[in-house]
Every structure is written in structure tokens, then in C-alpha cells.
């Protein structure tokens, strides 16, 4: 090999002493040619070579360049920011010798928001917290633990001037009997003072069910605001979540800017509705068979006519399509659907695609082998979705429900990012006076929908409470969610107060 080098090194310089040959300077020419060749495909192979391999390829992407940005700005926010320092009269916690134990039910937004309640109770109740035990026999069945979703040591470390948090209960309290208790929904401080008294008699108090258990309103500054340093600052997600987290960066590369969507139009969410307007005769006999085998779904006759006019369903693939034009998304929008299985398969997701093409989901943005240490754990898939939607640019829920109003309100807190929600029933209105030939797509269903959703894009407001009309403990049930806007008492117009301001999700 070196005599052939040295063979070619020597042509070389012949041709370059000799340039007044024709025949060198033809070789020479000759061989300038090949060697850019040969440095140009090389070059090329490890470019190529090192670009990720994502099954993921958006179509004109490049044209949202063009687009409204309208469209995409976030609401005028007054110069508001997140506060959660706590007050001059907070003290420290005590180590009172008294624990609590908790097991977490539903799925991922449930468990998260239950758990944060049971950090206030313990705060409440001069209580030590032990680590959360996870529901695994919900409809997800996931056998995912509090370290496999969470960030254990710094949810222990984040509040431990809040709480003290231990992650197993002592030893020599495992056999001591415990006081098990399923409190109350929608309870208020003096609720848990007066469960402060088990103490006379238990050394140890287990909480049977997380969700709900606090109120909304009425609690003190620093109840809430511990609340909000517990979810949105101590419970981050687990390291292997937070990697993969990175999706983000490969939507924002490809695509620059993108939409969101939490599309609920799957089977559980219609059975549990009893939303059937569009299905088949045989969809609909499946949703009312897994309806009536569901245990702990208590209602079991639903007229679907109703609860469409009532607003109660969700949107299907077809009208998000309807929507997102009408307010005037091209069709080269970037779309992560965020979610389970859409009910009807690919067939009636293409009623989606077919006016916005660029669909994506965590399956093609990330590779098989990255998604291969979250199979059958939906729990954890479910984390990725939820930072992809909170760090998106628009997020849409086409329903209600724990995770919408989740990163609704997480997007709230790090500054009224755009969400856009869905008039429902006002929807459904206009979509029916189609499907009757009394309306048609163009420039006055577009003018109708962009002026129904002139105020709900999520800017600043105070949380609502239950309508006129519901009295008793059924108007805790109808407030307006603590998770879903924590303003006023963890969004201040303070700058004094205004730490945490940042669009980055830790959770």
C-alpha cells in the first residue's frame, strides 16, 4: 500500500512541473475531479450518519413560516408570575412521630394531584409522608412505583421544609393496627383539624384514596401555595422520563412550531360518556356492553343525543379537523397527538389527516428502542405526552378531563401559554346544522368559531367557582379546578415574587 502511495504522489508532482502537457493537465484535472468526488461522499455518509433516525418526516413544514402569528402568541398576561414562596409565618416541619400512609388511584394527572393534596394534609396534620404507593388496578393497570415515574430523592429533598417524607414506613411500625381512612371529598382545614384527633389512638393512618380530598378554595395562603411548590416544583419526573423529554427538541427541529392536541376520543372516554353520534350500530352496542361491565361506572343508561347537546362529548378526529381550520391553522401545522388509541383506528383518524397531514405522536417521534423501556407502563408513557403538550407552542384538549386540566394549569403557572378550549356544546351546535344542510364550511363557519373562541385562550383569570344555583358540598364538586388555575394564589403581579418563571417543564 505505501508503494502505491508513493507511485500516486509522484504522478502528482510530475503533472504539477509539467502544466504546459495536454496530457497532464487532463490527468491532473482528471484526478482533481475524483478526489472531490471521494472527499464529497465521504463528507456526505457522515452527515448522513449522524442525523437521528426518527420515523418521523413532517410534510412543508417550512410554510408555517408564513403563517398568522396570531395564531400562536400567548395571551396578554399583565406581568403576571409565579409566586410560591411562603409567608413570614411559616415555620418548619416537626418530627411528630406520627405517619402517614397513602395509596394514589386513577391514572397519571389523578395520582399526581392526589399526591400533592396528601402533602398538604401532612402539613395539616403534623404528619410524616411516606412515599406514595402507586394504583395498579385501574383501567391502565400499570405496575409502575412512585421511583419508576418520579424523582424520589428530590421530591423527599424539595419539601423538606415543608414535610417530612420518608420513603418507608419504620420498621417497628409495620405491625402497629393503623386508622384506615377514606376522607372526605373536598375538604377544608377544619375537616383535617378535626381528623388530627386519630392521633390519640393510631401512630399511623392510611388514605385509602387520594384524589380530591382538598378543596379548591377557602385554605389558607400556605396550604396553597404548598401545593403548588409540590407539584409543580418537587414532583419532576424520574431521569429516564425527563431524557426522553428531549421529543421536544426533535418536534421544534423538524417542525419549529406545533400544536398539542389531547385527542380523548377513545374507547373508555365514549363508553363512560355514552357518546355514540357518528358510530356504528356495532361501535355503539361495544361502548354500551364495556359500559355495563364496568363496575364502578354508576350510570348506565345515558341518551347520547343528550349529552351531545349538553356539550358533554368529545370532539372526534373529524370536527378537531373542522375546528382547527375554521380558526385558521394551515394545513402544513405541525400536530402531536397526545393520548391513547383513537376508537375506529387509522380509518377514522385519517378524517383528521386528511386536512392536516403533519400527525405525530410519541410512537414516530421517538425510535422502538427509546419507547421499549415503557411499554406496559402507560403511566410513564403518559408522563412523556404531558410534557410534550405542557412545552408545546398551542395546546387544545378536545375533552375534559385530569389531564387536560392538568397542563392547562401548568401552563397557566409558567405564563398563560396559549390553550385553547373547545366551546363544546357551541361546536356541536354548528357542526349539527351542517351535518342538516344548514350550514356550510367557509368563511362564515370560520367567522362563528374564531368569535366563540375569542376568550378562550387561556389568558389570566381568577378560578371560578360552582355555577349559580348548586348548593351545599355538590357546589365543591362544580368549582373550577385548584390544578387547573392556581391564580390568584401561586400567580402574583409581584416581580418580587415572581421566581420559577421559566418555560422549561421539571415536574
Given at each position: 500500500?505505501?508503494?502505491?502511495?508513493?507511485?500516486?504522489?509522484?504522478?502528482?508532482?510530475?503533472?504539477?512541473?509539467?502544466?504546459?502537457?495536454?496530457?497532464?493537465?487532463?490527468?491532473?484535472?482528471?484526478?482533481?475531479?475524483?478526489?472531490?468526488?471521494?472527499?464529497?461522499?465521504?463528507?456526505?455518509?457522515?452527515?448522513?450518519?449522524?442525523?437521528?433516525k426518527?420515523?418521523?418526516?413532517p410534510?412543508?413544514?417550512?410554510?408555517?413560516?408564513?403563517s398568522?402569528?396570531?395564531?400562536?402568541?400567548?395571551?396578554?398576561?399583565?406581568?403576571?408570575?409565579?409566586?410560591?414562596?411562603?409567608?413570614?409565618?411559616?415555620?418548619?416541619?416537626?418530627?411528630?412521630?406520627?405517619?402517614?400512609?397513602?395509596?394514589?388511584?386513577?391514572?397519571?394527572?389523578?395520582?399526581?394531584?392526589?399526591?400533592?393534596?396528601?402533602?398538604?394534609?401532612?402539613?395539616?396534620?403534623?404528619?410524616?409522608?411516606?412515599?406514595?404507593?402507586?394504583?395498579?388496578k385501574?383501567?391502565?393497570?400499570?405496575?409502575?412505583?412512585?421511583?419508576?415515574?418520579?424523582?424520589?430523592?428530590?421530591?423527599?429533598?424539595?419539601?423538606?421544609?415543608?414535610?417530612?417524607i420518608?420513603?418507608?414506613l419504620?420498621?417497628?411500625?409495620?405491625?402497629?393496627?393503623?386508622?384506615?381512612?377514606?376522607?372526605?371529598?373536598?375538604?377544608?382545614?377544619?375537616?383535617?383539624?378535626?381528623?388530627?384527633?386519630?392521633?390519640k389512638?393510631y401512630?399511623?393512618?392510611?388514605?385509602?384514596?387520594?384524589?380530591?380530598?382538598?378543596?379548591?378554595?377557602?385554605?389558607?395562603?400556605?396550604?396553597?401555595?404548598?401545593?403548588?411548590?409540590?407539584?409543580?416544583?418537587?414532583?419532576?419526573?424520574?431521569?429516564?422520563?425527563?431524557?426522553?423529554?428531549?421529543?421536544?427538541?426533535?418536534?421544534?427541529?423538524?417542525g419549529?412550531?406545533?400544536?398539542?392536541?389531547?385527542?380523548?376520543?377513545?374507547?373508555?372516554?365514549?363508553?363512560?360518556?355514552?357518546?355514540?353520534?357518528?358510530?356504528?350500530?356495532?361501535?355503539?352496542?361495544?361502548?354500551?356492553?364495556?359500559?355495563?361491565?364496568?363496575n364502578?361506572?354508576?350510570?348506565?343508561?345515558?341518551?347520547?343525543?343528550?349529552?351531545?347537546?349538553?356539550?358533554?362529548?368529545?370532539?372526534?378526529?373529524k370536527?378537531?379537523?373542522?375546528?382547527?381550520?375554521?380558526?385558521?391553522?394551515?394545513?402544513?401545522?405541525?400536530?402531536?397527538?397526545?393520548?391513547?388509541?383513537?376508537?375506529?383506528?387509522?380509518?377514522?383518524?385519517?378524517?383528521?389527516?386528511?386536512?392536516?397531514?403533519?400527525?405525530?405522536?410519541?410512537?414516530?417521534?421517538?425510535?422502538?428502542?427509546?419507547?421499549?423501556?415503557?411499554?406496559?407502563?402507560?403511566?410513564?408513557?403518559?408522563?412523556?405526552?404531558?410534557?410534550?403538550?405542557?412545552?408545546?407552542?398551542v395546546?387544545?384538549?378536545?375533552?375534559?378531563?385530569?389531564?387536560?386540566?392538568?397542563?392547562?394549569?401548568?401552563?397557566?403557572?409558567?405564563?398563560?401559554?396559549?390553550?385553547?378550549?373547545?366551546?363544546?356544546?357551541?361546536?356541536?351546535?354548528?357542526?349539527?346544522?351542517?351535518?342538516?344542510?344548514?350550514?356550510?364550511?367557509?368563511?362564515?363557519?370560520?367567522?362563528?368559531?374564531k368569535?366563540?373562541?375569542?376568550?378562550?385562550?387561556?389568558?389570566?383569570?381568577?378560578?371560578?367557582?360552582?355555577?349559580?344555583?348548586?348548593?351545599?358540598?355538590?357546589?365543591?364538586?362544580?368549582?373550577?379546578?385548584?390544578?387547573?388555575?392556581?391564580?390568584?394564589?401561586?400567580?402574583?403581579?409581584?416581580?418580587?415574587?415572581?421566581?420559577?418563571?421559566?418555560?422549561?417543564?421539571?415536574?
Amino acid at each position: 500500500m505505501r508503494g502505491s502511495s508513493h507511485q500516486r504522489t509522484n504522478a502528482s508532482s510530475r503533472f504539477l512541473r509539467n502544466p504546459s502537457s495536454p496530457l497532464s493537465f487532463v490527468l491532473y484535472i482528471s484526478l482533481l475531479c475524483l478526489f472531490s468526488v471521494i472527499f464529497f461522499f465521504n463528507s456526505t455518509t457522515q452527515i448522513l450518519e449522524n442525523q437521528p433516525k426518527y420515523p418521523f418526516h413532517p410534510q412543508h413544514s417550512s410554510s408555517l413560516k408564513g403563517s398568522d402569528d396570531s395564531l400562536w402568541s400567548t395571551p396578554f398576561s399583565h406581568s403576571l408570575r409565579p409566586c410560591v414562596k411562603p409567608t413570614s409565618q411559616y415555620t418548619a416541619p416537626q418530627n411528630s412521630g406520627r405517619y402517614l400512609t397513602v395509596r394514589s388511584n386513577g391514572g397519571l394527572n389523578q395520582m399526581r394531584t392526589g399526591m400533592c393534596d396528601m402533602v398538604a394534609v401532612a402539613r395539616i396534620m403534623n404528619a410524616t409522608l411516606v412515599i406514595p404507593q402507586l394504583d395498579r388496578k385501574s383501567y391502565w393497570k400499570d405496575s409502575s412505583t412512585f421511583s419508576d415515574i418520579f424523582d424520589e430523592l428530590h421530591f423527599i429533598r424539595t419539601l423538606q421544609g415543608d414535610v417530612r417524607i420518608v420513603k418507608e414506613l419504620p420498621k417497628e411500625l409495620e405491625s402497629v393496627p393503623r386508622a384506615r381512612k377514606h376522607f372526605m371529598t373536598w375538604s377544608g382545614i377544619s375537616y383535617y383539624k378535626n381528623m388530627s384527633g386519630l392521633w390519640k389512638e393510631y401512630q399511623v393512618i392510611h388514605v385509602a384514596k387520594t384524589d380530591s380530598r382538598l378543596s379548591n378554595n377557602d385554605l389558607p395562603l400556605d396550604i396553597q401555595r404548598l401545593r403548588c411548590r409540590a407539584l409543580y416544583q418537587a414532583l419532576r419526573f424520574s431521569p429516564p422520563i425527563e431524557n426522553l423529554g428531549k421529543l421536544v427538541e426533535r418536534l421544534r427541529s423538524h417542525g419549529g412550531r406545533y400544536i398539542a392536541l389531547h385527542l380523548r376520543y377513545e374507547k373508555d372516554v365514549l363508553s363512560f360518556s355514552g357518546c355514540t353520534h357518528g358510530l356504528s350500530d356495532a361501535e355503539a352496542e361495544e361502548l354500551r356492553i364495556m359500559r355495563e361491565n364496568t363496575n364502578h361506572w354508576k350510570e348506565k343508561k345515558i341518551n347520547s343525543t343528550e349529552q351531545r347537546l349538553g356539550g358533554l362529548c368529545p370532539l372526534s378526529p373529524k370536527e378537531v379537523g373542522l375546528f382547527l381550520h375554521a380558526l385558521g391553522y394551515p394545513s402544513s401545522t405541525l400536530i402531536y397527538i397526545a393520548g391513547g388509541d383513537v376508537y375506529g383506528g387509522s380509518s377514522r383518524l385519517h378524517e383528521l389527516e386528511s386536512r392536516f397531514p403533519n400527525l405525530v405522536s410519541k410512537d414516530t417521534v421517538a425510535t422502538a428502542k427509546e419507547l421499549e423501556a415503557f411499554s406496559d407502563h402507560d403511566s410513564q408513557k403518559a408522563a412523556l405526552d404531558f410534557i410534550v403538550s405542557v412545552e408545546s407552542d398551542v395546546f387544545i384538549p378536545s375533552f375534559s378531563g385530569n389531564m387536560a386540566r392538568a397542563v392547562e394549569g401548568h401552563r397557566r403557572f409558567l405564563g398563560h401559554h396559549k390553550t385553547i378550549t373547545p366551546d363544546r356544546k357551541g361546536l356541536f351546535e354548528l357542526f349539527d346544522k351542517m351535518e342538516r344542510g344548514e350550514l356550510e364550511e367557509g368563511s362564515l363557519l370560520s367567522s362563528l368559531i374564531k368569535q366563540m373562541h375569542e376568550n378562550r385562550h387561556g389568558g389570566p383569570r381568577k378560578r371560578g367557582g360552582a355555577p349559580p344555583g348548586v348548593k351545599g358540598r355538590n357546589r365543591f364538586r362544580f368549582e373550577e379546578s385548584f390544578y387547573e388555575n392556581p391564580y390568584p394564589e401561586c400567580i402574583c403581579s409581584s416581580k418580587k415574587n415572581g421566581q420559577m418563571a421559566t418555560s422549561k417543564v421539571h415536574i
